[in-house]
């Protein structure tokens, strides 16, 4: 009989993955912040399954919402049609946004959401007969992987391929103290023919959790706004707790007119994207015209199961207890942080999000010799990495416990003090 691993390998491609160099393991079963692979080994998931589980896997209180739902009403048109669970997650997400968010639209994936945030921005100023041209995005920035999104995000050898058919983007740096006034130049320079600016609040996720200081982005953001410029808020990672707040919006003084949530949306158990816009935005495709309505759709627009998943994910979020533990990750990641001898490694630390920057002689990238040492180092201790390069940080699921975080700050110490 063939195992998991060789049926797999003779049929599956997997993500980000050169498949000629990769050991995959199969996992069969996941319970809170751990995996189960298919020789009964436990991982525990440091990374929540690419940024995505915040309560623990198979959760009986998630799952038990998606079955009822499943077997009331699985799928419907969403072009149409509505249904209770798309109303109700809807009205308590935007009761939980800035104020001035006030509209839903749903698709399937980050991506997706980003996507559709910039179909918007765009025919937004179209609809008003002023088209305009540019988009500035930030150095570094990551926001998915269709073309949209790829164009929108860092160019580098993932999008390498795509250079010449992707549209395109003005980038600048993330703000500090200092560079304020030039980058308030770089937009005056564009400020006519701007349609938006997309960007990652506090945490540059992809890029190696790179981080900057929400008083400086609150400061461009406002100028931006004070200009005109649409502003799209991609919350994609950093929404739903990761920062220590509910969203990183709940730490900036400025209101996005756009707003992106995936990943953690649905607690990490079903696929889903949401795309929240302002009633300003929302009125510029309101018209007598049919041609100004908003031509974006996807099969599973606003599926149920997905809706019912994110409504039992808040009600977890919501409870003090999660909030709590939310603020007790991030002391916890901050008495280590200091631990870490500075000559060995760059730590960054925003709410549940612990990044460690090792060095080595050998320059920061994602191609870092490195990776694959790492990458080992942590799987033979039972725990899931995935190391950005010589990059390597913990975004663990809210429910690990404190003793398996000290499992892995200890392992994380080995490694640091090896080197
Ligand atoms: C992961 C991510 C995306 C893309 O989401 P997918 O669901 O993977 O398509 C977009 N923006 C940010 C900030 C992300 O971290």
């Not at 390998?9 to 050991?23: A, F």
């Not at 991506?111 to 918007?120: D, N, P, Y």
């Not at 939310?326 to 280590?336: A, K, R, Y």
């Amino acid at each position: 009989m063939k195992t998991l691993k060789e049926r797999n390998k003779q049929v599956n491609w997997h993500p980000y993955t050169q498949m000629k160099s990769v050991d995959i393991i199969p996992i069969v079963s996941g319970n809170g912040s751990y995996l189960y692979s298919e020789d009964g080994t436990a991982y525990i998931d440091a990374v929540s399954s690419w940024w995505v589980t915040l309560h623990g896997h198979s959760h009986p209180y998630i799952a038990s919402k998606v079955t009822d739902q499943l077997n009331t009403l699985e799928q419907v048109i969403f072009a149409g049609f509505t249904h209770p669970k798309a109303i109700e997650l809807s009205e308590r997400l935007l009761a939980l946004l800035p104020r001035n968010q006030q509209k839903v639209f749903y698709s399937d994936n980050g991506s997706t959401a980003v996507e559709v945030a910039l179909k918007m921005c765009i025919q937004y100023h179209v609809n008003l007969q002023q088209p305009r041209n540019k988009i500035i995005a930030f150095k570094n920035a990551y926001h998915g992987d269709t073309f949209g999104a790829m164009s929108v995000s860092e160019r580098n050898f993932w999008t390498s391929p795509f250079h010449d058919r992707l549209f395109e983007v003005v980038f600048i740096d993330t703000p500090t103290q200092e560079n304020l006034p030039t980058l308030f130049e770089t937009i005056d320079a564009y400020v006519e023919d701007v349609v938006c600016f997309i960007y990652e609040p506090l945490v540059q996720g992809a890029a190696g959790m790179l981080m900057h200081e929400a008083a400086h982005l609150s400061e461009l953001l406002n100028y931006c706004q004070s200009k005109g410029i649409l502003l799209i808020q991609d919350e994609i990672f950093v929404g739903f707790g990761r920062t220590g707040t509910l969203f990183a919006a709940d730490q900036l003084t400025c209101n996005p007119d756009v707003m992106c949530f995936s990943k953690g949306l649905t607690g990490g158990t079903m696929p889903m994207g949401i795309t929240t816009a302002t009633s300003a935005i929302y009125e510029a495709f309101y018209a007598d015209e049919k041609t100004k309505a908003f031509f974006h759709g996807h099969s599973f627009t606003a599926n149920p199961l997905a809706c019912s998943a994110a409504l039992a994910s808040l009600d977890l979020l919501l409870e003090p207890e999660t909030m709590k533990k939310i603020n007790l990750i991030s002391e916890m990641h901050q008495v280590f942080s200091k631990k870490i001898p500075k000559e060995k490694a760059l730590v960054r630390h925003c709410g549940t999000i612990l990044a460690i920057e090792l060095k080595f002689d050998e320059k920061s990238s994602y191609f870092n010799s490195k990776q694959p040492f790492l990458y080992d180092f942590f799987l033979k201790r039972n725990i899931i990495m995935r190391p950005l390069g010589n990059i390597i940080y913990l975004v663990p699921p809210y429910c690990i416990s404190e003793s398996d975080l000290e499992v892995i700050y200890d392992s994380i110490l080995e490694l640091v003090e090896s080197n």
